[in-house]
């Protein structure tokens, strides 16, 4: 019985002991700590402001790495911002992270915290977020084709190419037009080589000369008069050697 009483007595007695030295531990830091501004900037691209602060207890200067701060932005015409929790950092009594507004301009951002409580006011310039580019999407480049190497045409040859049109028989004449091999109608002009029939005049002129050739034969052969026989008249025969000559008549008869 006495040694329960005496257990009962000592646990008792180390609880308050324990109480009386967190007690004290707490009072030994102080109810009061304060902010001190690390960063303070407005964020490229965006409407906010990147905060970064130390918390200290006043009595001791201690660093805080347990309290709750909370940043409340306003804007200059009185416009409230959402809050926003700072996030502790690794070092020793700091809190930091990005705090959004509304719109560009003159922005107070209160920060606070309760246990210590301690507070600190950071005003900081938000400037319009200049806009994002969207950039041009890669292309593939194009595969250059090899450049066609165009020989040029045989001595004599021409070098323009052409390919005949159908044209009607009935109505075609010997320059008849002639197609591109673009598509387009080249007209050739017409000429009096081509337009005159030499061919015919050739076998007219044959047939001609043969006529006359025959007709310049006959009449070398059949002489001048038609009906003789033997031939053309070849004149008197030759003077027989018995005739004699008559004597030319005297003078004065």
């Known amino acids: 019985m006495v040694a329960r009483s005496l257990r009962v007595v000592l646990i008792a007695a180390l609880a308050v002991g324990s109480f009386v030295g967190l007690a004290g531990q707490a009072g030994a830091h102080g109810a ?57 950092s690794p070092e020793p009594g700091t809190y930091e992270g990005v705090v959004p507004v509304n719109s560009p301009g003159t922005w107070t951002f209160a920060v606070t915290s309760e246990d210590p409580e301690a507070a600190l006011d950071i005003v900081v310039n938000i400037p319009e977020p200049a806009p994002k580019t969207t950039p041009a999407p890669a292309t593939t480049p194009a595969t250059k084709a090899p450049d066609t190497v165009i020989a040029p045409p045989p001595a004599g040859v021409a070098t323009s190419l052409v390919e005949p049109v ?54 070398r052969t059949g002489g001048g008069d038609p009906e003789a026989p033997n031939g053309p008249d070849t004149g008197p025969g030759p003077v027989a050697p018995d005739e004699a000559a008559p004597s030319p008549p005297p003078d004065g008869a």
């Open 166 to 219: 159908a044209v009607d028989p009935t109505t075609a004449t010997v320059d008849s037009a002639t197609t591109a091999v673009d598509g387009s109608v080249v007209e050739q002009p017409a000429s009096e080589e081509n337009g005159f029939p030499w061919g015919i005049a050739v076998v007219v002129l044959v047939v001609a000369a043969a006529v006359v050739m025959v007709m310049a034969y006959a009449m």
């Open 32 to 88: 009061d700590g304060t902010f001190t501004p690390i960063v303070s900037e407005p964020v490229e691209g965006r409407l906010g402001a990147n905060l970064r602060v130390t918390l200290i207890f006043n009595n001791d200067t201690d660093p805080v790495d347990d309290a709750a701060v909370k940043v409340t932005p306003t804007g200059a015409d009185g416009t409230t911002a959402a809050p926003v929790m700072l996030l502790k």
